[in-house]
């Protein structure tokens, strides 16, 4: 549940925020009885699909990133830290990252990288070399 929480606390937040605007809306005089019960109960499903989704996809992603890094290979993760030159960074085995829980971790680094923010680094060949 701690994962989930880290994962996906900023969409629960919107949730949220809109389960709030659902409930002024729907309890003003213009809106019909029945407003409230079907707008909270439909905005509510709605987002709960979407964060599982969202949720299901992302862990799927960082065990699909982890399993790449074992084999070896490298993984490429967002820095927002530098925003400035580079925006990535490359991750293996081979430049000193190890692989604890869902971070990547190199004491040549001041801040670890999420699984979550972490892709498979394959340069693409060019299309005259796959004819």
Not at 1 to 8: D, I, P, S, V
Request: charged share 25%; aromatic share 14%; net charge positive.
């Amino acid at each position: 549940m701690e994962r989930f929480f880290e994962l996906e606390i900023a969409y629960v937040a919107i949730a949220v925020f809109f389960l709030a605007i659902t409930a002024f809306v729907t309890t003003r005089d213009f809106m019909p009885k029945v407003a409230f019960k079907r707008g909270m109960i439909g905005v509510f499903l709605l987002f709960a699909i979407m964060i599982n989704l969202h949720y299901m996809v992302t862990v799927k992603r960082m065990e699909g990133v982890a399993e790449i890094f074992n084999e070896g290979k490298t993984i490429i993760c967002e820095n927002k830290m530098r925003r400035t030159i580079s925006q990535s960074v490359l991750i293996s085995k081979e430049l000193g990252w190890r692989l604890e829980g869902d971070y990547f971790k190199n004491p040549d680094f001041e801040r670890d990288f999420l699984t979550a923010r972490c892709v498979d680094y394959t340069p693409m060949a060019p299309k005259e070399a796959l004819k």
